[in-house]
């Protein structure tokens, strides 16, 4: 891929889009995805068994628009997010990125890809190296796929600090020397120092304050707009994904149980599950006039293990719909209505 040095020195001027992908097409591609992980027990380190923590996810993410992606902890969130940016092998299924296969590229050959997929991570005081200073942090994607700049990597650095919202003059600072909320603008702005054309949000906000939450909510929505960047957002919080997403898919046990558009999904959830959620999510003043009465759904058990996950549907044994069928045939990802997909025989809110 030729290297257009004057995007790479400037912050402010969004680097242009890919002719190949135009607005609204689909920018990756998911068919079948699957990740198992052995199991190995005994001296020979024989396999006894797997981790289903993926099990077959089709999907696609348009070109410019957020997919949020909810669930319950283990459910197989964050290792969706780490297979669509290659850091894990698939164990079956093929990702399609701009029309390419990249799902068994190796290390060499996934090289040009790393400046278009990107990925934030959950954890900003783990996932920044405490010896680097800032200036070096940010600036490694440019060392490492040797991108030269136009007044140098220092000044495209700092233009990048100031577009997260942070000091320039903070380039030479450790990541101790930062509050949570800023290693995390940090972490933002080593992952679009680049300027990729996809990033994959695990859990940007979960292990921040409350009251900086909002802050890099809003600035991920901020940069999209100035980037014209796509984003998959992985996370547990409803109300997050509420605000930052397009389309929301709904995992269970290394499944899609539900994808839908933003409004049809948070209107009139389908699947069990997702009403389950959706119940859980707290009213801010539910004695308010208007406030909408809700009904707490508790799910009963625990998750299944994704070791031997139930058969059929995987989310009957803890649903009030179970029925006999479900324990016999799994529910295909089936569109009920348009631009609204579910998995389930039983259906709340279902058109007639």
Known sequence: ?????????????????????????????????VKHFPIKKGLLQRQAG??????????????????GVVGESGC??????????????????????????????????????????????????SSLNPRHTVGTIVGAPFRLQNVKTENGIKRAVQDMLELCGLNPEHYNRYPHEFSGGQRQRIGIARALALRPKMIVADEPVSALDVSIQAQVVNLLDDLQK??????????????????????????????????????????????????????????????????????RILLTGDVPSPINPPSGCRFRTRCWKAQEVCSTQEPPLVALKTGHQVACHFPENAPA
């Open 76 to 125: 197989g969130k964050s290792t969706m997010g780490r297979l669509i940016t290659r850091l894990l092998e698939p164990t079956g299924g093929k990702v399609t990125f701009e029309g390419a296969d990249i799902t068994h590229l190796s290390t060499a050959q996934m090289r040009p890809y790393r400046r278009d997929i990107q990925m934030i991570f959950q954890d900003p005081y």
């Open 50 to 67: 797997a981790v289903q923590a993926v099990d077959g996810l089709t999907f696609s993410v348009r070109q410019g628009e957020t997919l």
């Open 226 to 295: 100035d980037l014209g960047l796509t984003y998959v957002v992985i996370a547990h919080d409803l109300s997050v994904v509420r605000h930052v997403s397009d389309r929301v898919a709904v995992m269970y046990l290394g499944k899609i149980v539900e994808l839908a558009d933003r409004e049809s999904l948070y209107a009139n959830p389908m699947h069990p599950y997702t009403n389950a959620l959706m119940s859980a999510v707290p009213v801010p003043d539910p004695t308010r006039k208007g406030a909408a009465a809700r009904e």
């Open 1 to 33: 891929m030729a290297d257009d040095s004057s995007t790479a020195a400037t912050a402010t001027v969004p680097a242009p889009a890919s002719a190949s992908v135009s607005e609204g097409e689909p920018l990756l591609e998911v068919d079948g995805l």
